[in-house]
């Protein structure tokens, strides 16, 4: 069973048993779900959910679980941009305890969320902390999650232990994330993100909407002096919120390009001697 330990504010720790090389573990990654929004796909979010809890993947959200545009004095509101069930005096209380209550069914399977511009924004303007109410009400209801801030490390580390009950051999692989702060993909963009997190095997960001996997081959000099070369992997995890539909709208007038929908599957094994093997593949 994988366990979650909280170091600091700004690092979370997946701890996971396991006894053989040739079992991978799969984790579900996703950003921009905008959940509140009629126009999140929250049938396209609710599948891969459903498949993260059937793989025993944990989820881990990176920013802008919810849109929070329509309250009474947020000048980006509109109309035809809030759902029904969203409408009273206590716009926040509703939206709020609605996202709770809609990721309760996967309370077991999500165990992060990490703030994005638009929960960074109500905070600023509001003093209300989106996500820390959320994860508080589901908390209630029995999940594990944590919340983090826009941007942090996740550990995955692979503990194998001894027939006395003793820790053997551990392999870890670390993610450092960002919410989001250059537009576009590219080996560039990857490589900045790189810069700022050395110590990272795996890179994420969300907000600009796309969806990319970079490859980053990279060299590494084993205390022997074996030269090797290790992939380090830029991600970026694209969106639920589906703005293009229709060939209407603010997103179509002022961004064009349509989003691909959707997160990331990450597969990780440990390995005796080359630490842990990292793929990953779009949610489809």
């Known amino acids: 069973m994988i366990e979650l330990k909280r170091h600091s504010d700004a690092l979370l720790e997946l701890r996971i048993p396991y006894t053989s090389t040739t079992k991978a573990f799969d984790f579900f990654l996703a950003s921009d779900i905008h959940l509140d929004n009629p126009k999140c796909n929250r049938k396209l979010l609710a599948k891969h959910l459903d498949e993260a809890a059937a793989k025993n993947a944990p989820a881990l959200f990176f920013g802008d679980v919810m849109c929070l545009m329509q309250s009474r004095s947020d000048k980006r509101g509109s109309k035809s941009s809030i759902r029904p069930e969203h409408i009273g005096d206590n716009y926040f209380d509703l939206v709020f305890n ?50 983090m801030s826009y941007q942090g490390f996740i550990h995955f580390t692979f503990i194998q232990r001894n027939p006395d009950g003793s820790t053997g051999k551990t392999r870890r692989t670390t993610l450092a994330f960002h919410h989001g702060a250059w537009s576009g993909a590219s080996k560039a963009t990857g490589q900045k993100y790189f810069n700022i997190f050395p110590q990272a095997q795996i890179v994420l960001n969300g907000h600009n909407h796309e969806r990319s996997i970079i490859s980053h081959p990279a060299y590494n000099i084993s205390a022997n002096g074996t030269q090797t070369i290790q992939s380090r992997w830029a991600l970026q995890s694209g969106t639920y919120k589906e703005e293009f539909k229709g060939g209407t709208g603010f997103a179509v007038e002022k961004i064009v390009m349509p989003k691909s929908l959707g997160g990331l599957w990450l597969r990780l094994r440990p390995r005796d001697s080359t630490g842990v093997e990292i793929t990953c593949e779009p949610a489809t």
């Open 98 to 147: 609605e996202t709770a209550n809609w990721f309760s069914n996967w309370k077991d399977t999500i165990v992060m969320m990490s703030d994005g511009n638009h929960e960074t924004s109500i905070l600023n303007h509001n003093e209300i902390n989106p996500l820390e109410n959320v994860t508080r009400l589901m908390r209630e209801q029995g999940s594990k999650v944590h919340h």
